[in-house]
């Protein structure tokens, strides 16, 4: 497993030993899609490295409809912040697809995680990478009209726009499921987003954005 770890811009710069030392307390796993990672408010204990497939991380409103925080894909990092900060996990991640993941015990390596500079770097450039994925969602939520979000949902995830079905979008979007289906039917008429075929003009779709 060492050789994934390498992927990971948390340890990609540690040596060999250090690493050896971490993969004692990894280990891979599957989930189908639809299963839970974790919940929000459970103990934060673990980091999870994204081997393969996608997972939404959320949290549910008032409401009961889901506001979604963020997509991970393929070699993404899930939870380093709380997890460093020791917080419980502030969301629930759930797996969009089947995924595989590396599930990394933290607590047992913490201290050697701390002494190392190399990994503090990057967790602080993680938080910071956070703040503008949340910078981009309040965007979304609160300047931009529905067409914006819709447009502006696409650019940012198109991978997962083909993978959730159109209810599942419109509720992330916070808007009817006839309204996204409205939105969506002159850009699929000028072939800008094809359904079929699962791509998107990005380039086109862009200059719609403002």
């Not at 280990?27 to 408010?41: R, T």
């Not at 967790?123 to 914006?148: C, F, M, P, Q, W």
């Not at 979007?173 to 939105?183: D, G």
């Amino acid at each position: 497993m060492i050789s994934m770890l390498k992927k990971m811009f948390l340890f990609e710069n540690l040596s060999d030993d250090i690493l050896k030392i971490i993969d004692k307390d990894c280990e891979v796993i599957s989930l189908k899609k639809d299963n839970i990672v974790f919940y929000e408010g459970d103990e934060s204990r673990y980091l999870y490295f994204l081997i393969e497939g996608n997972i939404k991380l959320y949290k549910i409103l008032a409401n009961n409809n889901e506001l979604i925080l963020k997509y991970f894909k393929q070699n993404e990092i899930i939870a380093e912040v709380a997890v460093f900060d020791e917080f419980n996990y502030p969301a629930t991640a759930e797996a969009i697809t089947d995924i595989k993941l590396l599930k990394i015990d933290f607590k047992n390596l913490k201290n050697l995680f701390l002494k190392n500079p190399d990994i503090l770097l990057s967790v602080n450039s993680s938080l910071i990478k956070k703040v503008r994925n949340l910078e981009t969602l309040l965007l979304r939520y609160l300047v931009l009209d529905a067409k914006g979000r819709v447009i502006d949902f696409i650019l940012q995830n198109t991978q997962e726009f083909f993978l959730l079905k159109q209810h599942e979008v419109a509720t992330t979007l916070n808007i009817s499921p006839e309204t996204l289906s409205r939105i969506l039917k002159p850009f699929k008429a000028d072939g800008i987003i094809d359904m079929k075929n699962k791509n998107v003009n990005l380039k086109r779709l862009e200059l719609y954005k403002n």
